[in-house]
T-cell receptor
């Protein structure tokens, strides 16, 4: 599975959009981009995933560049409860057993 | 109505002891996982089971033995506990082994070995 690079930490004002970048320059055509988050002292939580088209659900939007080498997770109106570590994961369709490979993630702090 | 539950939530024990962590999912999923999160917060896959069959064993020491009595349960037994086993252990499940499926994580079990 391709490696991902994320900023270590980011701040965001409550009510504003949080834009979390992820670089995955070695991604291949059979790899999807997944986002999970982990709120302090809880288990990771799935947010969204995509292949090449932009995706949106009730939690967030995922914007993938045309060359697929990077993506951005957008939380449109961040709240204090969105403070968490956000993980960008690239996962192959040939991934044995469906395992997730977590990196260090981005620690997002939403401030009042 | 917890989807993925783990017991106990906290476990404190002495080196050399044997302990078990239980995991249950009520989502009807086929695949279950164990992950370990160490003190540096890195999450790593340990095991994956699909329909009670072991799919992944990520070079985990054989002191760790997962057991899946049925599709809804994946327990983790650890023999001869060592200091380095101290971590938070997360159980997860997903509908199928395939890649399109999100994984649902339990709340974690914090294991402290003294």
């Amino acid at each position: 599975d391709a490696k991902t690079t994320q900023p270590t930490s980011m701040d965001c004002a409550e009510g504003r959009a949080a834009n979390l970048p992820c670089n995955h320059s070695t991604i291949s055509g059979n790899e999807y981009v997944y986002w999970y988050r982990q709120i302090h002292s809880q288990g990771p939580q799935y947010i969204i995933h995509g292949l090449k088209n932009n995706e949106t659900n009730e939690m967030a939007s995922l914007i993938i560049t045309e060359d697929r080498k990077s993506s951005t997770l957008i939380l449109p109106h961040a709240t204090l409860r969105d403070t968490a570590v956000y993980y960008c994961i690239v996962r192959s369709i040939y991934n044995q057993g469906g395992k997730l490979i977590f990196g260090q993630g981005t620690e997002l702090s939403v401030k009042p | 109505d917890t989807a993925v539950s783990q017991t106990p939530k906290y476990l404190v024990t002495q080196m050399g002891n044997d302990k078990s962590i239980k995991c249950e999912q009520n989502l009807g999923h086929d695949t279950m996982y164990w992950y370990k999160q160490d003190s540096k917060k890195f999450l790593k896959i340990m095991f994956s089971y699909n329909n009670k069959e072991l799919i992944i064993n990520e070079t985990v020491p054989n002191r760790f033995s997962p057991k899946s009595p049925d599709k809804a349960h994946l327990n983790l037994h650890i023999n001869s506990l060592e200091l380095g086993d101290s971590a938070v252990y997360f159980c997860a499940s997903s509908p199928r082994q395939g890649m399109y499926n999100e994984q649902f994580f339990g709340p974690g079990t914090r294991l402290t070995v003294l």
